[in-house]
């Protein structure tokens, strides 16, 4: 299938090539974003011809929280399992091409002021009912609707209106121009419109996918098993998909190191070097810089409310320290969202804020305060506390002292959507790793719009529009990127820690593992050898 692109402004543009490395880690808040498939040593062996797709078999996931459906519609922790039972528009290649999945083809009008999307025939949801272009009209009116948690509404609400061509072209109609359109697309899960209420109480997941969840048992596992009916033959090759609840580090990486479990994104950095040395398992990291660790500083509080007192936490942090003890050594440490992959990524931004306590102790005197009380919010799983802990020392040297707020991943995550956060919290996030503009005006942390720090900006509102209804390439582009950087560090309302690509760990004998851009688990070529 072709793709033709009219409008020099609104089709995503070929980047730097983002090649996976290796596998994921979970980013709860915004964005574990992922990438393509891990390059490890067991699918090095797999290309010298070692291993065989195979049909058959279980791959037991371990998960360290468990799904919360009234999320379905947001990226978050929750959504690894989201690819296994729904399918979406498109989605990216390595160099950020958007390539078919249930629309085959597309096309711009010449002013940028609509789409053309070809749906795909033949495709069933798993109750038997046809896939149709209604399914894409329900789902973009889906995310448009305010009473849902999803992060590129924003993008959503830009269509218009719909021009059903028959029940398998349909024209999109846009407001403005946007760059990010492919973005929505790949993130938009294509969901039955008949049973919506029932996938938001976790009863019944209708999709498309190739697996279909046959069982959720709240706090400890969900069984999903192969849909026989998938609209790519021969495809999947696995029987079943069990995810399994494993909030304890130890308890985790025992169950991989057993065999209990074959995959995993969410072994703590420090425990990523007992892993690595296990016989039978094998730790990769995708290169894309898919998430990001973060301070975040509600603005709203006293004296967080000023940018001097902001600054000097961004000097207090020790971010070569958070990556190398506390992340296990994967990642970059960055003052700046953007992963090297990312046309907004610049050196400068990255190194911004040096690592300067005394520094940090001089602005903080100039703003008048010698010693800070302050709670820190984190989640309450073993990688997110070692943070926090780090965090709470180095804040501690330039006299910010820090209680520490373990809260559950679902209620944080539900309170940085309804800015419900305390003066500090941290998190990661993630839609740097696509187009620059999507981060802006679709993250929690950085919507210029509604952002969890309550941080307002006409400049940093108009900068931001204008970047998203741009050309997403060129020098205009580039400057208006940089503007965007230069806003992000000088307000630090957001402090960025470290850049971190997904990290995965898998059993040797377990291949063709996927992730999509938004760290959708993708498992339609996964098998396991004999």
Not at 66 to 88: E, K, W
Not at 263 to 275: C, D, I, K, W
């Amino acid at each position: 299938m072709t793709e033709s692109y009219s409008s020099p402004a609104a089709p995503p543009s070929r980047r730097t090539t983002l090649r996976a490395a290796g596998g994921g880690t979970l980013f709860l808040g915004l964005g574990l974003a992922g990438c393509r498939s891990a390059v490890s040593g067991s699918e090095s062996a797999e290309k010298g011809g070692a291993a065989k797709p195979r049909r058959g078999g279980t791959v037991s996931v371990a998960i360290n929280s468990d799904f919360t459906p009234s999320l379905l519609f947001a990226q978050s922790s929750q959504s690894l399992q989201h690819r296994l039972v729904y399918n979406t528009l498109t989605r990216y290649d390595d160099e950020l091409t958007p390539q078919p999945e249930l629309a085959t083809s597309w096309h711009y009008a010449k002013d940028g002021r609509s789409i053309t999307l070809e749906l795909r025939s033949g495709v069933t949801f798993h109750d038997g009912r046809p896939f149709t272009a209604d399914d894409v009209i329900f789902a973009v009116k889906n995310l448009q609707n305010p009473a849902r948690a999803a992060q590129l509404r924003a993008t959503a609400g830009v269509i218009t209106g719909f021009e059903k061509q028959g029940d398998h072209t349909l024209v999109l109609k846009l407001a403005h121009r946007v760059n990010n359109l492919f973005d929505l697309f790949e993130f938009m899960i294509i969901t039955d419109r008949n049973s919506v209420e029932e996938a938001l109480k976790g009863t019944r997941l209708n999709g498309t996918g190739p697996f279909r969840l046959t069982k959720w048992s709240p706090g400890s596992s969900l069984s999903f098993t192969r849909n026989d009916a998938y609209w790519q033959r021969g495809l999947p090759y696995l029987d079943a998909v069990e995810f399994r609840v494993i909030p304890q580090a130890d308890a985790l990486v025992s169950s991989l190191r057993t065999g209990q479990s074959q995959l995993t994104f969410q072994v703590p950095g420090r425990n990523l070097a007992v892993v690595k040395g296990s016989p039978g398992l094998t730790v990769t990291e995708y290169d894309t810089g898919g998430g990001a660790q973060y301070l975040g500083v509600n603005t709203t509080v006293a004296p967080l409310d000023d940018r001097t007192v902001r600054q000097a936490l961004a000097h207090a942090v020790d971010r070569e320290r958070i990556l190398k003890q506390t992340l296990g050594g994967y990642g970059l440490a960055s003052a700046a969202p953007w992963p090297k992959s990312s046309p907004a990524f610049t050196e400068a931004g990255r190194t911004h804020y040096a690592h300067d306590p005394a520094k940090a102790r001089e602005l903080l005197r100039s703003a008048g305060h010698t010693r800070l009380d302050l709670p820190l919010l984190h989640l309450n799983l073993p990688g997110d506390t070692a943070v926090a802990e780090s965090l709470q020392y180095d804040l501690k040297q330039v006299g910010v002292h820090v209680t520490l707020q373990p809260t559950d991943p679902a209620t944080a995550q539900k309170d940085l959507i309804s800015q419900k956060m305390p003066a500090l919290w941290t998190m990661s996030h993630g839609f740097a790793q696509v187009q620059p503009s999507t981060l802006a005006v679709s993250a929690y942390p950085f919507n210029e719009a509604k952002n969890t720090s309550e941080y307002r900006s006409a400049k940093y509102t108009r900068v931001v529009r204008e970047a998203w209804t741009s050309p997403a390439t060129g020098a205009s582009a580039n400057t208006l990127h940089r503007e965007i950087s230069d806003i992000l560090l000088d307000e630090a309302f957001i402090i960025d820690l470290v850049i971190r690509g997904n990290v995965q760990v898998t059993a040797r004998d377990l291949h063709g593992v996927t992730l999509n851009k938004f760290a959708y688990l993708n498992l339609d070529n996964a098998y396991l050898a004999a």
